[in-house]
């Protein structure tokens, strides 16, 4: 076998041990979602060595779509961090084996203060599993490794099973993309979400025309306007709007009369506007769903603040 042939193996050998975890999702799994819904305080996620690493992602990422919880390493607890616990939490406690001592000399703990317990392991019958209030089982029938030793398929299941309980969650609480966006105002979500038309409309040297001007003066602006467009203005008040291509199809269809015509003869009288406090993903719904590239910014009274471009949505 070649290294690639190797990665390949190792790639299904992980792929077929997830799905021996779905005929494990039974009620125990339903327990744990009602637990860790129900709790009105954190979930404190705990683990060492490989479960500890996934347990901090699993922590992370349960945070990130509305359950608050954080990772905690089961030999800090013996150093002061006991402080952080209350009988408000849940624990959710990570161990392949379900008998890594570490953490077993922290359940006491947990038990004594009645913070409900949900254990994660691959053995039913492990300490862990017995002193749980609930157990998920992630057992695999091997690890992905040649020597069966190194925790490759047992940590991608431990990890999958976080990330099914997190999904259930979002669906259990209704977690909505915005609520996502604001706990990740950095991300490209959160832009998109957070970011208002105010804060990236074009403002200045905007192409402004008149419905009267005749189309062959409106082509010089629309074209210094660089935005593929030209705004008619009536009263201060944004009238109508006329683009690249309601110029062409007007220079085919009246061919020599063209300069003769007026902004307001192809201008479509009714252009999709907007508030400056509409989010850029609402624009870009906007956009999609009119095939258009551009929408104007306006006031409660119709006059013209600034344009978003396809390009400004781009964060």
């Known amino acids: 076998m070649t290294d690639r042939d190797y990665g390949i193996k190792c790639i299904r050998d992980e792929a077929e041990a997830l799905l021996e975890l779905i005929p494990k999702m039974d009620q125990q799994f339903d327990r744990a979602i009602e637990m860790m819904f129900r709790c009105h305080g954190k979930i404190i996620v705990t683990g060492v060595g490989k479960s500890g690493h996934v347990g901090a992602k699993i922590a992370a990422t349960l945070s990130s779509t509305g359950t608050p919880s954080f990772f905690i390493n089961p030999l800090d607890v013996f150093h002061g961090d006991l402080g952080v616990m209350t009988s408000d939490d ?7 084996s379900g008998q890594t001592d570490e953490l ?7 038990l004594q203060m009645h913070i409900p317990i949900i254990a994660m392991s691959g053995n039913q019958e492990s300490l862990l599993a017995k002193y749980a209030d609930c ?4 057992s695999v029938s091997r690890e992905a490794d040649p020597m069966n030793l190194a925790p490759t398929s047992s940590a991608t299941a431990q990890m999958v099973m976080g990330d099914a309980l997190a999904v259930a969650l979002i669906k259990k609480r209704n977690f ?10 950095g991300g490209e979500l959160g832009k998109r979400l957070l970011t208002t038309a105010q804060d990236v409309m074009r403002t200045v040297d905007l192409p402004v025309i008149s419905p009267s001007m005749h189309l062959g003066e409106a082509i010089i602006l629309v074209s210094k306007g660089k935005l593929g467009l030209g705004i008619a203005e009536t009263d201060g008040r944004v009238a109508g709007l006329i683009t690249d291509g309601d110029i062409r199809r007007a220079m085919e269809k009246w061919q020599a009369e063209f300069f003769n015509r007026t902004v307001s003869d192809i201008m479509t009288t009714a252009p999709k506007t907007v508030s400056p406090l509409t989010k850029i993903s609402a624009i870009q719904q906007i956009m999609n769903k009119y095939k258009i590239h551009s929408v104007l910014v306006v006031d409660h009274d119709k006059h013209l603040l600034g344009v978003v471009d396809h ?3 781009m964060i």
């Open 311 to 313: 390009y400004s949505c």
């Open 90 to 96: 849940v624990v959710l406690a990570i161990s392949n």
């Open 176 to 185: 909505q993309p915005q609520d996502f966006a604001q706990f990740h105002p």
């Open 135 to 138: 157990h998920l089982n992630v």
């Open 104 to 110: 077993l000399r922290f359940i006491p703990m947990v």
